[in-house]
């Protein structure tokens, strides 16, 4: 079921089904996700995938995926377990004047033409729950920590060294 590519048709059939399918993968497994992963363990995700029909025989994708993701801390740079924890539902629509007539609640996906790749939905949904700049919640947790004597540095605030520079040119940017 990951790896088919599924056409309308076939996403329909699985619907009228209540197909369900569950999965335990690598978090590598996935190209885009991989990318911002730290080295080494990437992490467990267990995923379930249930299509289902809604409404007026409007195909629905239940995907719910949970685990631990191996990220990189935007602080220490070193790595951060981030717990996934990721329950969407989809509706599956054959173009965009179907996804326009749905109402609010319905988060939607189309299903292109030449086939729907549900391992690509689902890395865009767990690429949607991932933080822009993962951290530790607690900065003792990091490994690296500046000592306050490097805080005073030259170079390790540039800010100050541009406020001394524009007070130094009178404010405008202009030497005085």
């Not at 949607?128 to 993962?134: C, L, N």
Request: aromatic share 4%.
């Amino acid at each position: 079921m990951l790896t088919e590519r599924m056409e309308f048709g076939r996403v329909l059939e699985l619907a009228e089904r209540s197909a369900l399918g569950e999965f335990r993968v690598s978090a590598d497994r996935f190209p885009r996700l991989q990318k911002i992963l730290a080295e080494g363990q990437p992490g467990e995700l267990d995923l379930r995938v249930a299509f289902s029909l809604v409404g007026e025989n409007l195909p629905q994708l239940s995907l719910r995926a949970q685990g631990s993701l191996g990220l990189v801390c935007q602080r220490c740079l070193e790595r951060l377990d981030w717990p996934l924890g990721l329950n969407v539902q989809l509706a599956l629509v054959a173009d965009e004047r179907e996804a326009e007539q749905l109402a609010d609640p319905f988060d939607s996906v189309e299903v292109p033409a030449d086939g729907l790749w549900l391992a690509e939905v689902i890395e865009d949904e767990i690429l949607a729950a991932v933080p822009i700049a993962a951290v530790h919640t607690e900065q003792k947790d990091c490994r690296t920590e500046v000592a306050p004597d490097e805080a005073d540095a030259p170079g390790a605030r540039p800010f100050a060294l541009l406020r001394d520079l524009m007070q130094e040119q009178g404010g405008n940017g202009k030497p005085n």
